[in-house]
């Protein structure tokens, strides 16, 4: 089973950056759909930002400006570069890859916390 490692998280204060970064253990075949989520204590997980056929991006109104999200294909790694964070940013951030072949694969999450 393939696995997918979040790093980068921490404590950053208000309009700072943070980079996160999804490794997957080894390459996956038929990728459809690679994304960034994100939950907040009492919230629902919501979609950050997402990477469609390797190629279109899409982001949340919330993060759109701020958030740029990339794929190393050499390295299978996926990285969200956060900018300008804000306390609502705060949040369990999780990667997730989706293939043709009906997988879809969830790393166990970095805690981003924003907060002076």
């Known amino acids: 089973q393939v696995q997918l490692v979040e790093s980068g998280g921490g404590l950053v204060q208000p309009g700072g950056s943070l980079r996160l970064t999804c490794a997957l253990s080894?390459?996956?075949?038929?990728?459809?759909?690679m994304g960034w989520y994100r939950q907040a204590p009492g919230k629902q997980r919501e979609i950050v930002a997402s990477?469609?056929?390797?190629?279109?991006?899409d982001y949340s109104d919330s993060v759109k400006g701020r958030f740029t999200i990339s794929r190393d294909r050499p390295k299978n790694t996926m990285y969200l570069q956060m900018t300008n964070l804000t306390p609502e940013d705060t949040a369990v951030y999780y990667c997730?890859?989706?293939?043709?072949?009906?997988?879809?694969?969830w790393g166990q999450g970095t805690q981003v916390t924003v907060s002076s």
């Open positions: 080894r390459p996956i075949l038929a990728i459809t759909t």
């Open positions: 990477i469609v056929s390797g190629a279109a991006t």
């Open positions: 997730n890859v989706r293939t043709a072949t009906g997988q879809d694969l």
